[in-house]
């Protein structure tokens, strides 16, 4: 019934939206509105835990924590961040439980409109290994632009990614140039369409991977999508259907379903302002029988 309301509901909605001067997307938050269908609301064989604070002088504190049932391993982290609006700056410091440290320094329309400079360093004490990176993006009417410098003991890897945008139609291209092989590792291309109701995703990664999405919001309440990628040389193909419906404003039920017969249950309670309470299931629709399904639980913070 949801693949029928789906394919039934797919329209091109009017052109107010699309006459609008809009900025796109980055390149990786291309057919990010499909993706968080699929990837919102689940936690598959995990117990997980975030926190999240902001003080009166605009300090976040950010701190997660998951334990993985299968192997009983426990992940955690922990972020503050500090947003100096006069100025454009934010100042953010990362820890992990693998005991690596990570700052971060970002400074956004100042030098020019649109501008966005930032520079990523992290250290773990344990291996001494250390890494940097500068990031940089532009943004304006139709068009955004990325470049990044990965500074590598190898050799710096230089990423680049621009999209443009006219009309409600998206376009795409993201590359990664290793100076020390002097080669081109990445090379991949996008094209889309996205109105405020419909977004269409496909994408070629390194001429091999082929990926598309469909997104829809059929109604204020409920949302889907579908996902098909495959890979040349390879006659497996990998499709999935996600939908996503909002019950009233504190509770939300998703579900999803791909070829392998792998069916994703989430469910969303706010249980009071600022805790919000998530349930997930995956279950194996070959072996219902059979056991091995796996569980999620999830427990959000917020003050």
Not at 69 to 88: H, I, N, P, Q
Not at 97 to 119: M, P, R
Not at 271 to 283: E, H, N, Q, R
Request: aromatic share 12%; glycine share 12%.
């Amino acid at each position: 019934m949801v693949v029928v309301g789906f394919i039934q509901t797919i329209s091109f909605p009017s052109r107010l939206f699309r006459d609008k001067m809009e900025i796109p997307p980055t390149y990786a938050d291309l057919g990010k509105a499909a993706r968080d269908v699929f990837t919102k609301g689940y936690g598959f064989g995990l117990i997980k835990l975030d926190l999240k604070t902001k003080s009166e002088n605009g300090l976040e504190f950010t701190s997660s924590g998951a334990a993985n049932m299968d192997t009983g391993k426990v992940t955690g982290s922990l972020e503050t961040r500090f947003k100096w609006a006069d100025y454009g700056l934010t100042f953010t410091e990362k820890w992990n439980t693998d005991n690596t440290l990570g700052t971060e320094i970002t400074i956004e329309d100042q030098l020019v409109q649109g501008l966005k400079i930032g520079f990523d360093s992290s250290f773990s004490p344990n291996t001494g290994k250390k890494s940097g990176k500068i990031k940089t993006g532009y943004k304006r009417e139709h068009i955004n632009l990325g470049l990044d410098v990965d500074f590598d003991i190898a050799g710096p890897a230089i990423r680049g990614a621009f999209v443009f945008g006219f009309d409600g139609w998206l376009a795409g291209y993201q590359m990664t140039y290793e100076t020390a092989k002097s080669r081109v590792s990445q090379s991949n291309f996008a094209v889309g369409y996205r109105t405020e109701e419909f977004q269409l995703h496909t994408n070629v990664n390194d001429g091999t991977e082929f990926g598309g999405s469909i997104y829809q919001k059929v109604s204020e309440n409920l949302e889907t999508g579908i996902s098909l990628a495959w890979t040349a040389g390879n006659s497996n193909t990998r499709f999935g259907i996600a939908a996503k419906y909002m019950i009233d404003k504190d509770a939300t039920c998703s579900i999803k379903v791909n070829n392998s017969s792998l069916i994703g249950l989430g469910y969303s309670q706010m249980l009071k302002p600022g805790i919000k309470l998530t349930l997930s299931a995956l279950l194996d629709g070959k072996n219902i029988n059979a056991g091995g399904h796996k569980l999620g639980l999830g427990f959000e913070f917020e003050a």
